[in-house]
């Protein structure tokens, strides 16, 4: 499986991006999906992840009312909608499949990575 993210960009504090991922093939429709994000220094961490059936979501606490997963399964893609986003969201960011229908928290539970998009909030 091939994972390729894109939407990634430059933006200004309390604007807006949404990140989109595609994945090779239809294997990934019975699995979880994730978002994660690596800042320069920092360890790659958890934003968002949806089950298999894009029913059940789970969110890191500094993307909770800001951020909304959502995916496709007809079309093997997972979007991240990024709502007021802060200085602090800069990151390269990173969808995984899960090994699992849930997709959790760790990135032990991910075993397919695309390549990661980087954003960019300036103050």
């Known amino acids: 499986v091939q994972l390729q993210a894109s939407g990634g960009g430059l933006v200004q504090a309390g604007g807006s991006l949404r990140l989109s991922c595609a994945a090779s093939?239809?294997?990934?429709?019975?699995?979880?999906m994730g978002w994660f994000r690596q800042a320069p220094g920092k360890e790659r961490e958890f934003v968002a992840a949806?089950?298999?059936?894009?029913?059940?979501?789970n969110y890191a606490e500094s993307a909770k009312g800001r951020f909304t997963i959502s995916r496709d399964r007809a079309k093997s893609t997972v979007s991240l909608q990024m709502n007021s986003l802060k200085p602090e969201d800069t990151a390269v960011y990173y969808c995984?499949?899960?090994?699992?229908?849930?997709?959790?928290?760790?990135?032990?539970?991910?075993?397919?990575w695309g390549h990661g998009t980087q954003v960019t909030v300036s103050s």
């Open positions: 093939r239809r294997t990934n429709s019975n699995n979880g």
């Open positions: 949806i089950n298999w059936n894009g029913i059940i979501t």
């Open positions: 995984a499949v899960a090994r699992s229908a849930v997709g959790g928290r760790s990135v032990r539970e991910y075993n397919y």
